[in-house]
C-alpha cells in the first residue's frame, strides 16, 4: 500500500481528511499521516475492504468511535473510500506524538518509564475489557504517547468468542514487559508481573486485577503471588481422625458464659399478642362512611315504631357491605414518549470542522436540511445529520436516498430518545 502516497496525488476522505504520508504497515494494511480541513492532523489506517474479516473489523471500529477513556487514542473518523481504482475501509485516530516502538530504537526504557507505560496498559485493558472488547495488539507499534500520556491504538480490537482472547492480552503484556527492559533485568515488580503474566499456562496467568495489585503495592515489599485455596483430596479428608473438642483442666477455671435470654418472655408476648387480635376482632366498630364512598341505595322502609340501629338489618348491611374504592387506571407506557430517528452521514471530533461539512452539503442538496448534532450529554464527537428528525421508515428512504446520491456507503440510521 505504500504506493498509494509514491504518485504525489492526494487522497482525500469525502473532505475531512488528505493523507499525506506513508508512517508504516504492510500490503494487507497501512498507516498513513493525514491532516484535516481545520490543519488538525489524524493517524489513518487502510484496509482493503475486500480483505477477509474487513467489514467486521469496519463494524468494530464504528463500535470503537464512541470508546472514551484517558489511555485510549480517540477515533476521530470511520469510513469507506475509493482511490485507484481499489476500495478501502479506514479509521482515523488522533495524532500521536510519540510511538514506542520509535522510544525502543533508542535503548530500553527506564525502570519508572516501563511502569509508567505498564500501569497506563493495564488501565487501558481493563475498560475494553469491561466493554467486552479484546485488543489482540500489545506490542511497541500500538503503544504510543500524546504529551505525557500513554494510550493505546485500538485499531485491532475484536469481540471474543471466549475468555482465551482477554487472557492472550495479558500474555502480550508480559512480553511487553520484557521488550521494554531487554536486554536489562527488568526489576521488582516487572521482573515477577512479566513470569507471571506471560505464563505458557493460561490457567496459571494472572489477571489484570491481580497485576494492578502488585504494582499498587509499598515500595520494598517483595512481590508475593496470589494466594490460592488449597484443596484437599477426598480420600485425605475422609481419612483424616475426627478430634474431640479440649477438654478443661480442673485446675482452670472456665470462662463463664453469659446469661441465656429467658424463653418463656417470647411465649407470653405471643400469648399477649393473641389475646389483643381476638378482643379487637370482637369489638371491630363498624366502618364509617365518608363522602368519597358510594353506599347502595336501600329502599326507605314505611312508618313505623322506630327501631334502633344497631338491630335494623338493613342498617348493619348497608354500613358493613361497603363497596371499595376502584384503584387508579395506570397510564398506559410509551404515550407520552416520542421516538427520533436521524440519519448520520459524517462524525467529526470538532465542531467547527462538523459544521463546516453540513455548510458544504446544504449548498449542494439544499431539500436534505444537514444539521450538526451532538447526541445526549455526550461531548467530543459531532455528528452530520441529514433531513433532522423522522420516523424510521423515512429515515431508511433518506438513508437510500444519500447513499444513491453518492454519499459515504456507511451513512446509518440511529435512533435517539430526545
Do not use: C
Not at 499525506?20 to 498507516?31: F, I, L, Q, T
Not at 520494598?220 to 478430634?243: F, I, Y
Amino acid at each position: 500500500m505504500a504506493e498509494m502516497t509514491g504518485t504525489g496525488e492526494e487522497i482525500s476522505l469525502y473532505g475531512a481528511y488528505t493523507l499525506e504520508h506513508w508512517v508504516g504497515g504492510d500490503r494487507a494494511s497501512g498507516y498513513f499521516g493525514a491532516r484535516g480541513e481545520d490543519g488538525e492532523r489524524a493517524l489513518v489506517k487502510l484496509v482493503p475492504e475486500g480483505g477477509a474479516g474487513a467489514e467486521r473489523q469496519f463494524a468494530i471500529w464504528q463500535r470503537a468511535r464512541h470508546l472514551r477513556h484517558a489511555h485510549v487514542l480517540d477515533v476521530r473518523d470511520v469510513g469507506k473510500l475509493e482511490a485507484g481504482g481499489d476500495r478501502y475501509v479506514y479509521v482515523a485516530f488522533e495524532y500521536p506524538d510519540d510511538r514506542l516502538a520509535t522510544a525502543l530504537e533508542k535503548g530500553p526504557l527506564t525502570v519508572d518509564e516501563a511502569r509508567g507505560v505498564v500501569e497506563a496498559v493495564i488501565d487501558a485493558l481493563r475498560y475494553l475489557h469491561g466493554q467486552g472488547l479484546a485488543h489482540g495488539a500489545i506490542d511497541p507499534l500500538h503503544v504510543v504517547a500524546t504529551g505525557d500520556t500513554v494510550k493505546l491504538i485500538t485499531d485491532s480490537l475484536r469481540e471474543p468468542d471466549g475468555m482465551d482472547a482477554f487472557a492472550e492480552d495479558v500474555r502480550q503484556l508480559g512480553e511487553l514487559v520484557k521488550r521494554m527492559r531487554a536486554p536489562e533485568d527488568p526489576g521488582e515488580p516487572l521482573a515477577t508481573i512479566a513470569r507471571h503474566a506471560a505464563d505458557p499456562n493460561a490457567r496459571n496467568r494472572w489477571t489484570l486485577a491481580e497485576i494492578a495489585r502488585v504494582l499498587a503495592a509499598p515500595a520494598g515489599v517483595p512481590p508475593v503471588a496470589p494466594e490460592l485455596p488449597v484443596v484437599q483430596a477426598e480420600s485425605e479428608v475422609q481419612d483424616r481422625p475426627v478430634l474431640p473438642p479440649p477438654h478443661v483442666r480442673r485446675n482452670t477455671v472456665a470462662p463463664v458464659s453469659p446469661m441465656p435470654f429467658p424463653k418463656w418472655i417470647f411465649a407470653a408476648a405471643g400469648l399477649l399478642l393473641l389475646l389483643i387480635l381476638v378482643l379487637n376482632l370482637r369489638h371491630k366498630p363498624a366502618p364509617v362512611a365518608t363522602p368519597a364512598q358510594s353506599v347502595p341505595a336501600s329502599p326507605v322502609p314505611p312508618p313505623g315504631p322506630a327501631v334502633p340501629a344497631s338491630r335494623d338489618p338493613k342498617a348493619e348491611t348497608a354500613r358493613v357491605a361497603q363497596p371499595k374504592p376502584l384503584p387508579p387506571q395506570p397510564v398506559r407506557a410509551g404515550t407520552a414518549e416520542r421516538v427520533m430517528w436521524r440519519v448520520i452521514a459524517y462524525t467529526y471530533g470538532s465542531y467547527d470542522m462538523a459544521s463546516k461539512k453540513a455548510r458544504q452539503v446544504n449548498q449542494r442538496y439544499p431539500d436534505l436540511h444537514a444539521v450538526v448534532f451532538v447526541p445526549g450529554e455526550r461531548r467530543g464527537y459531532y455528528l452530520v445529520a441529514l433531513g433532522g428528525r423522522m420516523t424510521r421508515e423515512d429515515a431508511v428512504r433518506l438513508q437510500r436516498r444519500a447513499r444513491g446520491m453518492g454519499f459515504p456507503g456507511d451513512v446509518y440510521v440511529q435512533n435517539y430518545n430526545e
